[in-house]
């Protein structure tokens, strides 16, 4: 058939570690032996590595290739995650959190947060923390896995993981490599290009072994050594929204309990991460260079561990902001080599997969159709550009710190779309999320209200509710939560049991 002739046989992919081994593993997996692919990847190269903490979305990953939870979570020294608590961020001394999965519980009309509007409007002083069983959980160091059945209020939860990024990259390249993948190890030397189209033809490493493919995929990281070098991609710079341009990483000792969620700590110039894996501590420090010099922020870091640093701390620098194009020709970006987006919200390795499940969604021919280039291009720059308003949210809007930096980012202009979202749930306290966007209402309700930014207003459905019924179901799936919470097993134990070493 005409059709088959011109379906793509081969693939090279610049670049090991996270995004490099996920496409490889994923491809490899939809493909199988119809697709031959070669990744090229140096050990000489380090990998930025830091990116420990993921979202929910990352089980659509795990189901694509077929992961096996347990092996994985003995491979990569991982420990589960229930959100993202925020330290000093809204204000000096407050603290809140971001959960996954849904506040209170799934009741017939008006979404569950109306109802708790309605009910603060009626006189209810209830925070709407008290509502998540995911943030209940986290803050007593317990865990437990969300459950089909809609009438538990088990289903209410979500979940992720934390993970050693450079034994996750292990992980799936033996994977990978059993499913057909080619690795060469060295480093690129040159890029051969077809003098007609400008399409990449070859990859030639500096020992001189030459890569031929009809799709490239760039993962080779901020060098962007495809898609800017070769093809020009150009980048919009974001670094007037998100002004942290670097970043000092260092893993400490392990604390005696692991807890199920990330922190993140407002700093004097940026702020702190902290991500508990079964086997030490991943700490880091993401700081704008105008405000902190490397040593201070080296020295602010080493000072906030609660370990026996595991290492010299190492230096990162980078510039928000996402490639114009993240698919030229038969070049495809994903991960850093596509932008970047600090890690506050732990979406590194969501990036990944997007541009991952784009790329399987919109896979070419050999002919490259150029509308499938611009569909792919026009749906990361929208994922991409949500992210950012959602980041820049958390800057903005914070108050009670004098610090330079805080100061800067509560005055900066916002981008219009975020202004929008922002006065109409300040208004309504209604969002409107188009269907592709990663963080739904939930997410968007933990930070606005977290953050400080209160609605005046609610659905006018809810007024079809009798205020006192409202008031009484809200008291009681806030009862519920507070009772199921202590029932759940221990973190430490939940992992045990799911690695299979459960008693």
């Given at each position: 058939m005409a059709a088959d002739r011109q379906r793509i046989r081969s693939v090279a992919i610049l670049g090991g570690g996270t995004a490099g081994w996920m496409t490889a593993t994923a491809l490899a997996r939809t493909f199988g032996a119809g697709l031959a692919i070669t990744l090229l990847e140096s050990e000489e190269i380090g990998t930025v590595g830091v990116g420990e903490a993921t979202i929910p979305t990352i089980h659509w990953f795990n189901e694509l290739i077929g992961l096996d939870e347990a092996a994985f979570l003995r491979a990569t020294k991982a420990t589960f995650k229930l959100g993202i608590e925020f330290v000093d961020w809204t204000r000096p001394g407050h603290r809140y959190f971001h959960p996954f999965g849904e506040y209170g519980a799934r009741l017939p009309g008006v979404a569950f947060h109306q109802r708790w509007l309605k009910a603060r409007a009626d006189g209810a002083e209830m925070p709407l923390s008290a509502l998540s069983l995911a943030a209940a959980a986290a803050s007593g160091n317990r865990f437990a896995k969300p459950v089909a059945d809609s009438r538990s209020i088990l289903s209410t939860?979500?979940?992720?993981?934390?993970?050693?990024?450079?034994?996750?990259?292990?992980?799936?390249?033996?994977?990978?490599?059993?499913?057909?993948?080619?690795?060469?190890?060295?480093?690129?030397?040159?890029?051969?290009?077809?003098?007609?189209?400008?399409?990449?033809?070859?990859?030639?490493?500096?020992?001189?072994?030459?890569?031929?493919?009809?799709?490239?995929?760039?993962?080779?990281?901020?060098?962007?050594?495809?898609?800017?070098?070769?093809?020009?991609?150009?980048?919009?710079?974001?670094?007037?929204?998100?002004?942290?341009?670097?970043?000092?990483?260092?893993?400490?000792?392990?604390?005696?309990?692991?807890?199920?969620?990330?922190?993140?700590?407002?700093?004097?110039?940026?702020?702190?991460?902290?991500?508990?894996?079964?086997?030490?501590?991943?700490?880091?420090?993401?700081?704008?260079?105008?405000?902190?010099?490397?040593?201070?922020?080296?020295a602010t870091l080493l000072a906030h561990l609660d370990g026996e640093p595991l290492g010299e701390p190492r230096m990162l620098r980078f510039t928000a902001g996402a490639r114009r194009r993240a698919w030229i020709g038969n070049v495809v970006a994903i991960g850093l080599a596509s932008g970047f987006l600090e890690p506050l919200e732990s979406t590194s390795i969501h990036l990944i997969q997007s541009g991952i499940a784009k790329l399987l969604t919109l896979f070419p021919n050999r002919d490259m159709d150029p509308t499938l280039a611009e569909r792919y291009n026009a749906l990361l720059a929208a994922d991409m550009d949500n992210i950012k308003d959602f980041l820049i949210l958390h800057y903005h809007a914070t108050t009670g710190r004098d610090d330079p930096l805080w100061a800067e980012v509560r005055a900066m202009p916002l981008p219009d779309t975020l202004v929008a979202r922002e006065e109409l749930y300040r208004r309504s306290g209604r969002l409107m999320l188009g269907a592709e966007e990663l963080f739904r209402e939930a997410s968007w309700h933990a930070v606005l209200n977290g953050q400080g930014i209160a609605a005046a207003d609610y659905n006018p459905l809810a007024d079809a509710l009798d205020p006192a019924t409202n008031r009484a179901q809200v008291d009681q799936i806030a009862a519920l939560i507070a009772r199921a919470a202590p029932t759940l097993p221990g973190h430490d134990a939940a992992l045990a049991t799911a690695m299979g070493q459960g008693t």
């Amino acid at each position: 058939m005409a059709a088959d002739r011109q379906r793509i046989r081969s693939v090279a992919i610049l670049g090991g570690g996270t995004a490099g081994w996920m496409t490889a593993t994923a491809l490899a997996r939809t493909f199988g032996a119809g697709l031959a692919i070669t990744l090229l990847e140096s050990e000489e190269i380090g990998t930025v590595g830091v990116g420990e903490a993921t979202i929910p979305t990352i089980h659509w990953f795990n189901e694509l290739i077929g992961l096996d939870e347990a092996a994985f979570l003995r491979a990569t020294k991982a420990t589960f995650k229930l959100g993202i608590e925020f330290v000093d961020w809204t204000r000096p001394g407050h603290r809140y959190f971001h959960p996954f999965g849904e506040y209170g519980a799934r009741l017939p009309g008006v979404a569950f947060h109306q109802r708790w509007l309605k009910a603060r409007a009626d006189g209810a002083e209830m925070p709407l923390s008290a509502l998540s069983l995911a943030a209940a959980a986290a803050s007593g160091n317990r865990f437990a896995k969300p459950v089909a059945d809609s009438r538990s209020i088990l289903s209410t939860l979500g979940y992720a993981y934390h993970f050693d990024a450079a034994l996750y990259a292990r992980h799936l390249r033996g994977i990978a490599e059993e499913a057909g993948v080619r690795r060469v190890e060295g480093k690129l030397g040159q890029v051969a290009r077809d003098p007609v189209t400008g399409h990449v033809a070859a990859l030639t490493t500096e020992r001189g072994e030459r890569i031929a493919a009809d799709l490239f995929v760039d993962c080779s990281g901020f060098r962007s050594l495809l898609i800017e070098d070769a093809m020009a991609a150009g980048f919009d710079d974001w670094s007037h929204w998100l002004p942290c341009d670097r970043a000092v990483a260092v893993p400490c000792a392990r604390v005696a309990e692991t807890t199920p969620y990330t922190r993140s700590t407002a700093r004097a110039a940026g702020w702190q991460w902290r991500i508990p894996l079964q086997h030490r501590t991943g700490n880091g420090y993401v700081y704008c260079s105008r405000f902190a010099s490397d040593d201070e922020a080296a020295a602010t870091l080493l000072a906030h561990l609660d370990g026996e640093p595991l290492g010299e701390p190492r230096m990162l620098r980078f510039t928000a902001g996402a490639r114009r194009r993240a698919w030229i020709g038969n070049v495809v970006a994903i991960g850093l080599a596509s932008g970047f987006l600090e890690p506050l919200e732990s979406t590194s390795i969501h990036l990944i997969q997007s541009g991952i499940a784009k790329l399987l969604t919109l896979f070419p021919n050999r002919d490259m159709d150029p509308t499938l280039a611009e569909r792919y291009n026009a749906l990361l720059a929208a994922d991409m550009d949500n992210i950012k308003d959602f980041l820049i949210l958390h800057y903005h809007a914070t108050t009670g710190r004098d610090d330079p930096l805080w100061a800067e980012v509560r005055a900066m202009p916002l981008p219009d779309t975020l202004v929008a979202r922002e006065e109409l749930y300040r208004r309504s306290g209604r969002l409107m999320l188009g269907a592709e966007e990663l963080f739904r209402e939930a997410s968007w309700h933990a930070v606005l209200n977290g953050q400080g930014i209160a609605a005046a207003d609610y659905n006018p459905l809810a007024d079809a509710l009798d205020p006192a019924t409202n008031r009484a179901q809200v008291d009681q799936i806030a009862a519920l939560i507070a009772r199921a919470a202590p029932t759940l097993p221990g973190h430490d134990a939940a992992l045990a049991t799911a690695m299979g070493q459960g008693t």
